[in-house]
C-alpha cells in the first residue's frame, strides 16, 4: 500500500506566503522557474506499507513536485526506470524495475520499498490529479497556465 500525500502549510507559516504570492498578478502568466521554485509550497510525504521514504516534515514546492511525478510515470509506463529529486535538497528517489514491482529508495535514508507497477502508476496519477485540483481551487487562474497544463487530468 502506497501512501503518497501533501498538506497545505499553516497559516502561520512561512511557507504559506508561497501560495499567497501566486493570487497576485495574473497566475496564467506564471513562468514554469517560478512556478517550480517560489510558489506553492507544501508537507509531501511518501511511504510504503510502513517503511517511510519521504517524511511528512519535508516541505517541497507542488508545482515541482508534480511534474517530476509526471515524468516518473511517463518513464515508468515506458518500461524504464525513474527518479525525481527536490530543489531544496540534494535527495534523490530512485524508482528501480524488477519484474512487475519497482523499488523505492531515498538517496538520504536507508529506507527502501517494493510496490507494483500498476499500483505506483495510479498512486502518482491520483497525486497529479489531487494536486492539479487543489492548485486550481486555490487559484483559479491557474487553469489556463501551460505549465499547469502539462500534468492536467484531462
Known sequence: MIHLSFS???????????????????PAAIAEIDLRYKHFGVN???????????????????VDLALSLSGA????SSG????FGFTESEEVIHLRRDGDLISVSSSKRLAQASVGCEELVDEFVR????????????????????????????
Not at 510515470?73 to 515508468?76: D, E, T, W
Open 44 to 62: 509531501f510525504e511518501l511511504a510504503i506499507g510502513d517503511v517511510e521514504i519521504v517524511s511528512k516534515k519535508r516541505f517541497v514546492t507542488l
Open 73 to 76: 510515470v511517463k518513464r515508468i
Open 127 to 154: 497525486f497529479l490529479r489531487e494536486a492539479h485540483s487543489r492548485l486550481v481551487a486555490e487559484v483559479p487562474g491557474l487553469s489556463a497556465n501551460p505549465v499547469i497544463r502539462r500534468f492536467s487530468p484531462e
Open 80 to 83: 524504464e526506470d525513474a527518479a
Open 8 to 26: 497545505l502549510p499553516e497559516s502561520s507559516s512561512p511557507w504559506r506566503k508561497t501560495w499567497d504570492s501566486a493570487r497576485q498578478g495574473d
